[in-house]
């Protein structure tokens, strides 16, 4: 993308010293920054009439389709199909949840891996972490992450006994992570806005939030703050996928659970956050304990069959179990309680 990154953003038609001044007020120093802001971003932060702030990201996009770097406004499905066929995947060190997922965790995407506590969500992130380091050919994105973390679970030691398994560096592999620490909901959205310069500047081609509602849950109690805190919830996830696709990065996000008590049959966990986190998100996993192992189930996909399989938590991070064996194909889709209305929590 170095060809776009060198274009500045005050060639743009529209752009003066003032205009220019109040986009960098609020982050935006780069044509990328631009054309993954949205109308509403530029208006609220930025003091921008609706038409200039909608004029100036058609052009930042036109820019970028004219360089090649974002799909035309039309294009034919083979073309589509060859321009699939090159993208990334990062393994995350288990077959079996490699095979799940078709070859691992896709750029231009939005992953989501939802469950209860000690269900493997954050050592799948710590796992993916080390193996987006590997080199293309290895299955890896040979880039940097960036760990956006909201629960203060990342551990350092946990990385350096992965990488020590995995044999490879630990001092490289440390150094390659760029850990931002969250405090709370208004900064997520801060850090989420600024991503676009963190990218660049960090050569990051993995960026995971674990997690992308614990913050909002805690800061907006009650159903009188619901339709606000989907909103926030709404533009963050949204902006997470124009970054992903037009910064060509791959995006996890882990996710936490609610319980329905209203179910007397099966597993009464839910996904939070409601219909905008599991409309926004591109794949959506649901990891539960199964023994000593984890069990991986495709909830949503808009390529990959509906299936489950194993796969365990070790010293190397993720892993196969000993006796593994292929995905189970399920005949119908997972129950339609994942997926249910609004959370009415709290």
Known sequence: M?????????????????????????????????AASTTNELVDNMNLT??????????????LREK???????????????????????????????????????????????GEFGSGKTQICHTLCVSAQLPVDQHGLEGSALYIDTESTFRPERIAQIARA??????????NIHIAKIY??????????????????NNVRLVIVDSIISLHRAEFVGRGTLSERQQKLNAIMHRLKRVAEIYN?????????????????GDPTKAAGGNIIGHASTYRIYLRKAGQ????????????????TNFMVV????????????????????????????????
Do not use: W
Request: one cysteine or more; proline letters at 5%; a negative charge.
């Open 184 to 201: 709370n909901a208004s900064h997520l959205e801060l850090i989420v806005r600024a991503m676009g310069g963190l990218i660049q500047q």
């Open 68 to 114: 090649g770097y974002l799909e035309k406004d039309l294009v034919s499905a083979n073309e589509l199909f060859a321009r699939r066929a090159k993208m990334l995947r990062c393994t995350t060190y288990s077959a079996n949840l490699d095979d799940l997922l078709a070859g691992g965790i896709e750029t231009q995407s939005v992953t989501e891996f939802y």
């Open 293 to 308: 192992e984890r069990k991986a189930i495709m909830i949503d996909s808009p390529m990959h069959p509906y299936g489950d």
């Open 315 to 346: 010293e190397g991070g993720i892993t196969d179990p000993p006796d593994k064996k292929p995905i189970k194909i399920l005949k119908n889709p997972p129950s339609s309680k994942h997926l249910e209305k609004e959370d009415e929590e709290e």
């Open 50 to 63: 609706e038409e200039t702030a909608h004029n100036l990201v058609y052009e930042a996009q036109k820019l």
């Open 166 to 175: 995995r044999d490879q560096d630990i001092e490289s592999v440390l150094n």
């Open 2 to 34: 170095s060809e776009a990154i060198e274009v500045d953003i005050g060639d743009l038609p529209g752009v003066g010293p003032a205009t220019r001044a109040k986009l960098e007020s609020g982050g935006i120093t780069t044509i990328l920054d631009l």
């Open 249 to 265: 990065v791959a995006v996890v996000i882990t996710n936490q659970v609610q319980s329905t008590p209203d179910t007397f049959f």
